[in-house]
């Protein structure tokens, strides 16, 4: 268990290093990528940009470019860092990176959290249905919504409810927005409600594709027909039997797609909505080629993709002893 | 094998049963589980209903479904096969449980299986079932020695038999006599026979001479002696082919070792390993087939797929017609893929799905350079060769029945001409007459293209059809290799005589005289094998020596090789004339080679 933990966090490093240097290294590359000519306006002059590049540092070697953002991004993080001089600073805006990111970091995690517990709950639910009824009619109908669940796009389907639900027509729900937990819960689960099933839409369909076509394959396995033959009845034989075996694969799925979310996947819900998380920001960045943020947010999703993986192999262990090391 | 639910533990699978159905606490549930598990015979209960499945042996998780299955105390038990994925060391150990059971528990056992071994051994009354309908009901002794039924003598002489030579002359003629006092049977039951038995005719028909059909033949190809003859003249690719006399072998196997190593911790250093195969030679010769036999788990298949070089021996040497190969990279090896081959175990898997009977068999063709246009003839040609029809190219393998699927996984063997081929439990997964089927074809593609076999399998009976001499595997290690017959009639090594008397005879009578020995527990892991002989924990004879020393493979005269220190079937003389001569390793090495098959089989003449 140490050793794997160990192993994996050598991993998450190195995995963290690639891909800050890819991200890093394409900057390089892009065309109109300088940011010393970006940040000296309309019509600047060449000494100006000179002027900018020895300031922030752009003439220097781009590993030593590198080496620094790094240094700046992990700085903030150190408790009671506080210098300056030594942040990273975006070039567009001149705001700390990291403290805007965790700025926003409450109404990020407030959206995927939510969404992820309706995914989850009411994609295991459909799987469960369509299995047990399946080849019915019940079961092609879950099937055709679940399609029509992942068709649909994020942003299509979220102005479409904001449109229709919201203030403007039926007025059920409010007009996006974001309100933290902390000032008002009420308000904050009200806000979030319909951004939640928006984003949720697609994954239910699509975890509960998966699960049915699991459990499908689970119940024709020799050890159900042994609880079967036990006297066990059919709910009990599904719940304790089939399910915990089905689960496995779905765990991996949730774990990418939960840290996905967290990593900037929400972007399109949180701009459809106007809350102003991660992904908001994120976006905001690329349209002016500002680095830092970009740097910031990517090692942010990455880190909890990678997080997120150990936790999946973890539950994974949990789930099938089979996997535990002995 | 997946009858328990691999994620929950052993003990709350049986507790889980037992609460279903009766009113008591959980805590009296577990301490019943821990009781049934002692009775079922799993050492130390009380800690093993904590394990997982996977925890558990093959013969281990059979005796927790049993012990689940007697959890209620029922008035029958039905079994459904259940020692048709063990080995016959284990299956033996599963007989004898259930036979107890049924008296302790007072309970009924009906015993699904198509093992009529296994029948004889513990069944009162028979029930033979044929397309969905009982064709024969009768009690043990009338079934097994007067049976009413053609299909029922088909069965019985489809099963290559441990206790006589070959499929044996005596009892068939016992059971052609009864063809001809029989009265005529009503049963239909030839469509799904296989041909060779149709010839079978009874009453009238039987008695009158029908002088070209030849007498009823069994199943199985009678002995080598006929069947082998033509395949001496044999031209093979224009190669004139070795006297049978002196002639070098095609495979040799020198010190050979496979180790797996176990990685563990961050750094996935290496802390153990897998003694799969422990220094074994032996050497095959061309035309020849040689068995190998041990329980699972004792390095069979890794021995094999190392000889073909499917792995990388971790040690020794493997020289295939004169060449060393143990070392060569890809590139070297791949013409080297046109001469030996392997066909595998289980046909439904070793087959892929998703691809057409022609493209598997053809891929070999493709890789080697065949033309397209070639390639499709001369894979209608094979599916011809091995009993199948051209008009399959098309067909996917669920098309097929199991023993079919054999046969495109033979054909696909044969698609490059190999000299050798590795059969890796070729007949287990099969029925017990299709197996016949397939030995059969599997010796007259040896004939027809001169093939050496390496053939591995569990099933001793089929070993012995098929072999002209038997290697005996346990732990990694070669313990006995011998000729054929003189392993069945003279075992050696008290391995040996353990795995023969574990196989179950289909032959009642036979069965209740013969002494049983029953090995005890499973094989010791391969990661941390046993000091000295690697049997010892599990030997009847096991004395202070066996512990400590591990005994050489050493030569009892013509070409019976065994590696004890307490060898059995071996007389005085040659006993002395052995221990008197302590071996160098380079004679050991030349003992390893097969000895003159033409000479005299028997006895051993001292020198």
């Known amino acids: ?142 099937t055709i919504l679940a399609l029509i669940g992942i068709s649909m796009p994020v942003f299509w389907l979220g102005i479409i409810a904001r449109y229709y639900l919201g203030p403007e027509n039926a007025g059920i729900f409010p007009d996006g927005d974001y309100v933290p937990l902390t000032q008002d819960p009420i308000g904050w689960f009200y806000h979030l409600l319909l951004p939640w099933m928006v984003l949720a839409v697609l994954f239910i369909g699509f975890y509960g594709r998966v699960l049915r076509s699991n459990i499908l394959d689970t119940i024709n396995e020799d050890y159900v027909r042994t609880a079967r033959a036990k006297g066990l009845g059919p709910r009990r034989v599904l719940s304790k039997h089939v399910l915990r075996n089905s689960l496995i694969p779905i765990v991996t799925l949730f774990g990418l797609d939960f840290a996905g979310v967290i990593g900037g996947g929400a972007i399109l819900t949180e701009t ?3 809350i102003d998380g991660v992904g908001q920001y994120a976006a905001r960045s690329i349209r002016t080629l500002d680095l830092p943020p970009i740097m910031g947010v990517t090692i942010l999703g990455a880190f909890f993709i990678v997080l997120f993986n150990v936790i999946v192999d973890l539950v994974y262990a949990y789930l099938d002893p089979r996997i535990r090391p002995t | 094998m997946t009858s328990l639910n691999p994620v929950y533990r052993v003990g709350d699978q049986i507790v889980e049963q037992i609460l279903a159905h009766q009113q008591i606490s959980k805590d009296a549930a577990g301490r019943r ?123 019985l002489g489809s099963i290559p038999r441990l206790d006589q030579p070959r499929p044996g002359a005596a009892r068939l003629d016992r059971r052609r006599a009864a063809v001809a006092d029989q009265p005529p049977a009503r049963v239909q039951v030839q ?108 390095g069979k298949s890794t021995l094999g797929r190392c000889v073909v070089r499917l792995l990388e021996p971790t040690e020794g040497e493997i020289v295939f017609d004169g060449r060393a190969i143990g070392k060569l990279g890809t590139r070297a090896l791949r013409p080297l893929r046109r ?68 046969r495109i ?65 346990y732990l990694g290690k070669l313990v006995e290799l011998s000729p054929a017959e003189e392993l069945y009639t003279r075992p050696i090594m008290p391995y040996t005589e353990a795995l023969l008397s574990a196989v179950p005879i289909p032959d009642p009578d036979l069965a209740e005289r013969r002494e049983r020995i029953v090995l005890q527990g499973d094989v010791p892991s391969p990661i941390d094998p046993p000091s000295g002989c690697r049997f010892h924990p599990r030997c009847r004879y096991m004395t202070e020596v066996c512990r400590e020393v591990e005994p050489p493979l050493t030569d009892y005269g013509n070409g019976h090789l065994a590696a004890c220190h307490h060898p059995l079937n071996v007389d005085a003389e040659t006993l002395a004339r052995v221990t008197a001569a302590p071996e160098t390793p380079d004679e050991a090495r030349e003992d390893v080679l097969p000895a003159d098959t033409s000479g005299p089989s028997h006895p051993v003449t001292p020198p």
């Open chain 2, 191 to 298: 469509h799904a026979l296989p041909a060779r038995l149709r010839q079978v005719r009874r009453g009238a028909a039987a008695r009158e001479p029908r002088r070209e059909a030849g007498p009823p033949r069994p199943l199985l190809a009678v002995g080598r002696g006929q069947a082998r003859a033509p395949r001496r003249d044999h031209p093979r690719r224009g190669r004139p082919r070795l006297s049978a006399n002196g002639s070098a072998p095609l495979v040799e196997v020198r010190s050979l070792r496979k180790y797996f190593p176990i990685k563990k911790g961050v750094l996935q250093r290496e802390v153990g390993r897998v003694h799969a195969v422990d220094d074994v030679s032996f050497a095959v010769r061309e035309g020849e087939t040689l068995g190998l036999v041990g329980e699972s788990g004792c």
């Open chain 1, 1 to 142: 268990m140490g050793a794997f933990l160990a192993r994996r966090l050598i991993g998450m490093f190195f995995v963290l290093l690639v891909i800050t240097f890819v991200t890093f290294a394409i900057f390089i590359v892009v065309p109109g990528g300088d940011p010393a000519t970006r940040m000296a306006g309309k019509n600047p002059s060449e000494q100006g940009i000179q002027n900018i590049r020895e300031t922030w540092g752009f003439d220097e070697p781009f590993y030593t470019q590198y080496g620094k953002m790094m240094e700046k991004t992990f700085n903030a993080m150190r408790p009671g860092f506080d210098d300056p001089n030594n942040e990273l600073i975006s070039y567009s805006r001149r705001e700390n990176v990291v403290d805007q990111i965790k700025q926003r970091l409450p109404a990020t995690f407030s959206l995927a959290i939510g969404a992820a517990i309706i995914w989850l709950a009411f994609g295991v639910a459909v799987g469960m249905i369509s299995a047990v009824r399946a080849g019915r009619l019940s079961d092609r109908m879950i």
């Open chain 2, 409 to 473: 996984g033979v054909a696909r063997a044969l698609a490059l001409r190999p000299r050798l081929i590795v059969a890796d439990e070729p007949v287990s997964a099969l029925d017990v007459s299709i197996q016949a089927q397939m030995v059969n074809l599997l010796e007259e593609l040896q004939e027809q293209f001169a093939l050496t076999y390496i053939f591995i399998a569990h099933d001793l009976g089929v070993v012995r059809h098929v072999s002209d001499r038997i290697a005996v595997m």
């Open chain 2, 33 to 155: 589980a821990v009781e049934l598990l002692r009775q079922v015979g799993i050492p130390n209960p009380e800690r093993r209903v904590d394990a997982f499945p996977h925890q558990f042996s093959g013969g281990m998780r059979q005796r927790a479904m049993i012990a689940m299955g007697l959890s209620c105390n029922p008035d029958i038990l039905i079994a459904d096969e259940p020692t048709t994925a063990l080995d016959v060391t284990i299956q033996a150990q599963i007989i004898e449980l259930i036979g107890r059971l049924k008296r302790d528990f007072n309970s009924a056992v009906i015993l699904i299986t198509h093992d009529l071994g296994v029948v004889a051994e513990i069944a009162d009354e028979i029930i033979v079932m044929y397309a969905g309908r009982v064709v024969e009901r009768a009690q043990k002794r009338d079934l097994f020695y007067d049976s009413q039924m053609p299909y029922t003598w088909g069965l």
């Open chain 2, 339 to 406: 001469e030996m081959q392997m066909v595998f175990q289980d046909p439904y898997a070793s087959l892929n799905p998703r691809k057409r009977v022609g493209s598997i068999i053809g891929t070999p063709l493709k890789i080697h350079g065949v033309p397209k246009a070639e390639r499709r003839q001369r894979v209608q040609e094979l599916l011809e060769t091995v009993g199948l029809s051209p008009e399959h190219y098309n067909r996917f393998p669920h098309e097929f029945s199991g023993g079919q699927r054999q």
């Open chain 1, 272 to 274: 459809v909505f106007e």
